[in-house]
């Protein structure tokens, strides 16, 4: 999939979202989620972050800014309030809402804005360095693999190949663990157990993306795509990232 730019189907200028007074404390919420292995998913019309950790925020806390427009077009009672959360199960409508997000990713100083129609497992638009942008979910998995990357790089952790092979070794066969078993207690016992990789993982990702050969694209993006349709069976809502691979981003965010 290409990034498709944006700019002639923006309901609102560029200058209107530029003059909004988001909080930087979103920014730094993103940053620490996009810090803590996060392939975030959206399901409906409504942004829900599933995260790899227990993080649970409420919208106000959160600092999410939801258009008065699309909330008036719910089709449920959805109260803003500190007592909402992001799981919510009363919050998954399909109905458009513009919600926005404005985050420094650490390294290419983003903003981002993930703004109209938020739909099953895609983002309709996203503004990157001025720019809006498609996106998929599995796009920003791979945004979150090259956060990796360069954060390693740029603090210069160059294990030996034997070591690092040993992490990527260990990340293939919890994808293998996760595929085999049959896990019936629901999504949150997977991503738990994703978290305890933490240190490894981020040396892994480092070596696989620089050592292809080595990266079973494949194999990742069905790790992925098993734990999204797990959670997503209960309504139904099953989606194939299969053929999404390999998603690779060089420093201007262009498809290498």
């Known amino acids: 999939m290409i990034l498709y730019k944006y700019y002639n189907k ?3 200028p560029l200058e209107e ?20 292995q996060i392939p975030f998913i959206l399901r409906g019309g409504m942004a829900l972050a599933y995260l790899v950790s227990d993080f649970t925020c409420d919208l106000k806390d ?5 258009n008065r427009r699309y909330r008036e077009q719910l089709n449920h009672d959805l109260e803003l309030y500190s007592d909402v959360t992001f799981f919510n199960k009363n919050m998954l409508g399909k109905d458009v809402l513009t919600l926005f997000w404005r985050a420094n990713s650490g390294f290419h100083k983003l ?14 638009a996203i503004l990157i360095n001025g720019s809006y942008y498609t996106v998929s979910v599995i796009d920003l998995v791979w945004l979150w693999v090259e956060k990796l990357k360069k954060v ?12 690092t092979d040993k992490h990527a070794q260990i ?3 919890l994808g293998k663990k996760l595929l085999e078993n049959d896990i019936k207690s629901g999504f949150w016992p997977i991503i738990k157990e994703v978290t305890i990789l933490d240190g490894y993982l981020k ?10 050969k080595e990266f079973n694209h494949e194999y990742f993006y069905q790790i992925v795509t098993y734990v999204i349709n797990h959670w997503r069976k209960s ?22």
């Open 17 to 36: 979202f530029s003059s909004l007074n988001i909080p930087y404390r979103m920014g730094e919420t993103l940053i620490y989620l996009m810090s803590n």
């Open 152 to 163: 390693a790089e740029a603090q210069e952790r160059k294990a030996t190949l034997e070591k």
């Open 10 to 12: 923006l309901e609102y």
């Open 111 to 124: 903003d981002i804005l993930f703004m109209e129609e938020l739909q099953l497992g895609s983002f309709k």
């Open 203 to 212: 040396k892994a990702l480092d070596y696989l993306s620089k050592n292809h």
């Open 235 to 256: 309504l139904n809502e099953n989606i194939d990232l299969s053929t999404s691979y390999p998603r690779r981003y060089n420093q201007d965010f262009s498809i290498n």
């Open 171 to 173: 990340v293939l066969r």
């Open 62 to 66: 959160c600092d999410i800014m939801i």
